[in-house]
């Protein structure tokens, strides 16, 4: 704890109150640019009483009251599950309660000492503990640099009864985005390479149907594991995954995190429903964004500030822990709520602040944004 305190590393929570795209903390009002509620949904009123619309108070649940495989499998999973595969094209879908039992259960369930995982360096934390509980050996690879995952596949495939190569599409800290098409293609190359997606910063905010960067790459069939959540721009909360029926059927019976859970609440998969079939039609809120993390991008670019990124997080690396705190803080005196991120979330020395950017964000807030940045150099 010293430790963590000495090196500006150590965290609290935060109290704060909700006011559509504003927070207010210690009375201070601001624009919340550290939420992943990409498309701005779960501020829409309009969106949320058009499905209030589509539900009897009498009958909505707010708790499954059992595991799936018990009595927790209500007909609001079939319906969920349903519209995924048919959405995405794909045999099979599963929801799972977050991202988080998502990745830390899948890996685990069809791996075995056969297995050899080979994973982005930069990947999430709950694809690390996935990972660790697997049985699988795994390297990590440099973040992105597909010439050493090329020989590493190449080196080691024989070994192996099957590789799986696992990336996020988006990046959550960088913001930046994986090859898929590559990666497609070295799959192709050899007989006995698995892809696992990770697309929770990508659902909603890529492809024309908002289903994530293996739409816009007309990959998702080469995907075994395509995963993404329903917490970020679909604003409800949950994850999935669509694959074949095989897989699907191997998850139910062997991964920890589905089968020893309470289901979710059947109002939440309605809701994460609802949202599904509308998601196609926000493709003018997905330019907006597209079009204020450019600007944005571009800007801290002049100031000296430039980033891999390529989408709607977009980072400001300062350095050290200290220098990222004092930026933040400044940030929000002026009425912006971006924060810092550290250490063990990032490498050491690359402390930044993360602008999390979302479609209700107007061009002049953005400016504004900028006009502080700038005056802080
Ligand atoms: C947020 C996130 C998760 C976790 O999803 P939850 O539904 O919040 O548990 C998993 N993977 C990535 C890349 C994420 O950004």
């Known amino acids: 704890m010293k430790l963590l305190k000495e090196q500006n590393n150590f965290r609290i ?8 795209k ?11 640019l550290s939420s992943n509620d990409y498309l701005g949904l779960a501020n829409d009123t309009v969106l949320l009483n058009a499905f209030w619309q589509t539900v009897k108070p009498e009958e909505v649940k707010f708790s499954s009251s059992s595991s799936r495989l018990l009595t927790g499998n209500f007909a609001a999973y079939g319906e969920l599950e349903d519209l995924l595969s048919s959405l995405f094209g794909t045999e099979a879908a599963l929801v799972f309660n977050c991202g988080y039992h998502a990745n830390t259960g899948i890996l685990p369930a069809v791996c075995n000492t056969k297995t050899l995982i080979l994973a982005d360096k930069l990947v999430h934390a709950s694809l690390i503990d996935g990972i660790r509980l697997s049985e699988a050996k795994c390297i990590r690879y440099r973040h992105n640099e597909y010439s050493q995952l090329e020989r590493l596949v190449e080196t080691h495939h024989k070994q192996y009864e099957q590789v799986i190569i696992v990336t996020e599409s988006i990046f959550s800290m960088d913001g930046d985005e994986a090859d898929l098409p590559r990666l497609v293609k070295l799959k192709q190359k050899y007989p006995n390479i698995l892809l696992y997606v990770d697309e929770a910063h990508a659902v909603g905010v890529r492809g024309t149907g908002g289903l994530g960067c293996a739409e816009a790459y007309g990959c998702i069939a080469d995907i075994d594991f395509l995963v993404g959540t329903f917490g970020k721009a679909l604003a409800s909360s949950g994850a999935y995954i669509v694959c074949r029926q095989v897989i699907r059927d191997y998850l139910i019976n062997k991964m920890r995190p589905f089968i020893f859970t309470t289901g979710l609440p059947p109002v939440t998969l309605q809701w994460t429903s609802f949202v599904l079939r509308h998601l ?15 600007r944005l991008r571009a800007a801290l670019r002049e100031k000296g500030y430039s980033s ?12 050290e822990s200290a220098t990222a705190l004092q930026i933040a803080k400044e940030l929000q005196r002026k009425g912006f709520y971006a924060l810092p991120v550290r250490p063990p979330t990032v490498p050491e020395g690359t402390s930044r602040i993360r602008f999390s950017l979302t479609a209700d964000v107007t061009d002049e807030e953005v400016e504004k944004l900028i006009s502080i940045v700038n005056d802080n150099r």
Do not use: D, F, W
Not at 281 to 290: P, S, V
Not at 308 to 319: K, L
């Open 13 to 20: 929570l935060p109290t704060l109150i909700h006011q559509g």
């Open 22 to 32: 504003e927070v207010i903390i210690n009375g201070q009002r601001m624009l919340n």
């Open 280 to 294: 196609a039609g926000y493709q003018a809120k997905r330019e907006h964004l597209a079009a204020i993390g450019n």
């Open 308 to 319: 891999a990124s390529v989408s709607q997080i977009v980072p400001m690396v300062a350095g």
